[in-house]
Every structure is written in C-alpha cells, then in structure tokens.
C-alpha cells in the first residue's frame, strides 16, 4: 500500500520558503513553466571510488 | 518557484516501490461500496498544480510509462485502471529530480526519459553563497559557517573514502542550527555531519579527527 495524501489548506505553506539560487536555475524554470516544459533537476554527481 | 509562481506544489519522493498505482490513483473499500481515489499525480493534472518527482530514478518503470504521454505534446494521462484519458489542467507542470552517478549501483534515467525535459545541473553552492545559506538559515556566526561550510566541501573532495552520499547543504544546516542552539561545535558536526555519512568505525575516526582540526 502506498502512501495516502492528505490535501487540506492546513498543511499548504503561505510563506515564502528561504532560497538563495546558485545560477540561472530561477530564470530558467519561470520560462520552462511559462512553455509548460517538463523540467528535470540534476543533482550533485555522486562520485565513488570504491576502496580498493 | 511555486510560491513565486502562486502554484500549489506536489512532492512525491520517489523509492523502489513507488508505483503508477501510488501517483495515479486507487480503488478503495468505503462502507459497502468501492470508490476512485485519485493520486497526487491525476490530482495535480486535473487541478494544475506543479509535481515534483524527487529521485525519479528510484521508481518503478510503470512511473516512467505513466508520465511519457504527459511529457509531449499529448499532455494527456491515461488512468489505466478507468480506462480513461485526461487532459492535462494548463497550469500543470511536471517537474522531476535525480542524482546522476557513473558507478554501478546508482540508478539512471533512461535516455528516453530524459529528453523530454529540459535539464539543469545542481553541483554544491560556492563557498561563499553555501556559508550565506547556512547563515540564513541558522542564525550562526558567519565565522562558524564559513568553517562548516570548508569541512563539508573537503569531506566532498575525500572521494577515496568510499562514501556513498556525501556532505549536503541539508547536513551542513543541521550543524549550523545544534550549534546555534548551544550544542558544542565538535559534537555538533559529529551527529550532524559524519555519523549520517558512515557507519565505518575507521572513516568515522578520520572524518571525526579532520573536523576536529577545523573547527
């Protein structure tokens, strides 16, 4: 069974949460959003070198 | 973004079991009848909302299926279990994230996949943008933060360590915020840092030893 949502005005965020951009991710996103473009948020590499 | 936007935002964190069941929707038992109960995903399509698939890579390949169509043109969702397609609400957005690796182990978007979104790499902040977060976000000494901020960039560069994860933002910020709360400097970066990094006594040590000299 998978998870169950609970959507109710209780739990929605009125303020603005805290985010400070790292590049032009904001600019960006407010075009893929205004074309309704599927966006896609890569994440740090994650580099192993497995000990040996 | 959402905020921004005045978008509601739906956030689904992806993991090996997440199904098109869990997205799409489920019939239910209620009283004596059954009824539709539609998921996050069918609800966001229908109302127009904004749906963020954390770690999309971790689902289950009927996830990957179920959204194809509402990723081109289409824009349509097909409810395979009402046989039924929806249009997609004009407001709703489909946004997704995952930690791309070229280990074995760490989990890919299929090519296929990924050429229906546009894309942006997300690499840690610079030291001084990182340090401003950790400021902002815990109220620490900017002194405090910036010494944070270089134990968790040198912890990421000690990649013959073999850590699966390394130090994020999110850790450095629980650092920030046991230390402003009154927790001791050393301990805070201990329990916030490198425990969750680890469970390797000899890494442990040598983390523990390396933050211990920095801060």
């Given amino acids: 069974m998978g998870p169950m949502f609970l959507f109710s005005a209780n739990y929605m965020r009125t303020t603005a949460p805290y985010y400070h951009a790292v590049g032009k991710e904001v600019e960006v996103f407010g075009h893929a959003y205004q074309n309704k473009i599927p966006f896609l948020l890569k994440g740090p590499q994650v580099q192993v070198n497995p000990v040996s | ?28 038992i209620k009283g004596a ?82 050429q229906r979104f546009i894309a942006m790499s997300f690499n840690y902040p610079d030291e001084n943008i990182e340090t401003t977060i950790l400021v902002s976000e815990s109220g620490i000494e900017i002194s405090d933060a910036r010494r944070l901020v270089q134990i968790g ?29 009154g927790l001791p400097k050393r301990l805070s970066v201990k329990v916030a840092v490198i425990e969750p990094l680890t469970d390797d006594p000899d890494v442990l040590q040598a983390l523990g030893d390396l933050s211990d000299l920095m801060i």
């Fill in chain 2, 1 to 28: 973004m959402a905020h921004q936007l005045g978008q509601t935002l739906i956030t689904i964190s992806c993991h090996e079991e997440t199904s098109s069941t869990d997205l799409i929707g489920r019939f239910i």
């Fill in chain 2, 153 to 181: 960039n040198k912890i990421r560069n000690l990649t013959e360590l073999g850590l699966s994860e390394t130090v994020s933002t999110r850790l450095l910020v629980d650092a920030a915020k046991l230390i402003q709360s």
């Fill in chain 2, 33 to 114: 009848e059954t009824v539709w109960l539609d998921g996050p995903l069918t609800r966001a399509v229908k109302e127009g909302s904004i749906i963020y698939l954390d770690e999309i890579a971790e689902a289950r390949p009927d996830i990957i299926v179920a959204i194809h169509s509402l990723t081109d043109h289409r824009r349509e969702l097909f409810i395979d279990k009402l046989g039924e397609t929806i249009k997609a609400h004009p407001d709703f957005m489909l946004v997704a994230s995952f930690n791309p690796g070229y280990q074995r182990g760490f989990k890919e978007l299929k090519p296929s996949t990924r």
